[in-house]
């Protein structure tokens, strides 16, 4: 099975520690056709740890997540919703950009969702960020951020909204839309307005 296990640094890494580590992870074929490994940013101490699906195109250029068009929105809906981007990390459940260039659009780069073997063998990192950063609270970001802490079964239109215990810890875990679906929602403007009002439910949780 594709794992990035190996390629875990041993002892108690810091997040550099393990930063380094994964930007040479082969773990699944992910990382043939990327550019480089997207690893978690932000504050190693925050309450809030975001997490999202996988880098696009603009994180695998920059090397940093949510630094294209998603996370413009992020941002700005964090901001609205009291959020201090100081308390927060933020970082993908899978750390390669996975693509098809589809030569009619200009050979531009289309984002592919990753599969469950994908989501799987990536895991160890995210459960590395969790220990180092051990946040009070998850704000899972869509459908395959949610079913990779979560599980399967996650569905994010029947579980947004609502503080979720998180198995074997003390944080909780809130579920929300991915900021990218604000982007392709027909009526953008009322899916950015339950963005925000999912993420004010976190923002409450944390005081
Ligand atoms: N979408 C994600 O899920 N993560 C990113 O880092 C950028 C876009
Ligand atoms: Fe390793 Fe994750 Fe990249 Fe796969 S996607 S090579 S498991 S870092």
Redesign the pocket.
């Known amino acids: 099975a594709?794992?990035?296990e190996p390629?875990l640094p041993g002892g108690r890494a810091g997040l550099p520690g393990l930063r380094e580590a994964?930007a040479g992870?082969?773990?699944?074929?992910?990382?043939r056709d990327?550019t480089r490994?997207v690893f978690g940013a932000g504050n190693a101490h925050a309450r809030v740890l975001l997490l999202g699906e996988?880098p696009g195109d603009q994180e695998d250029r920059q090397g940093r997540p949510f630094v294209g068009p998603a996370g413009k929105v992020l941002t700005r809906a964090l901001d609205e919703a009291g959020i201090d981007p100081d308390d927060t990390y933020v970082t993908n459940a899978?750390?390669?950009f996975k693509f098809e260039v589809v030569p009619e659009r200009g050979k531009r780069r289309i984002h592919k969702a990753?599969n469950l073997r994908?989501m799987t063998?990536?895991k160890p990192?995210l459960d590395a960020e969790l220990r180092v950063v051990d946040p009070e609270i998850i704000v899972v970001l869509g459908a395959t951020a949610g079913k990779a802490l979560l599980g399967s079964s996650f569905r994010v239109t029947e579980q947004r909204g609502m503080l979720l215990p998180f198995e074997g810890r003390g944080e909780s875990v809130l579920a929300t839309i991915h900021p990218s679906a604000v982007l392709r929602a027909d009526d953008r403007e009322a899916a950015y307005e339950g963005l925000v009002s999912d993420l004010r439910i976190a923002a409450r949780a944390i005081g």
Do not use: S
């Open positions: 594709y794992t990035a390629f994964a992870c082969r773990g699944c074929p992910l990382h990327a490994t996988q899978v750390k390669h990753p994908e063998a990536c990192w």
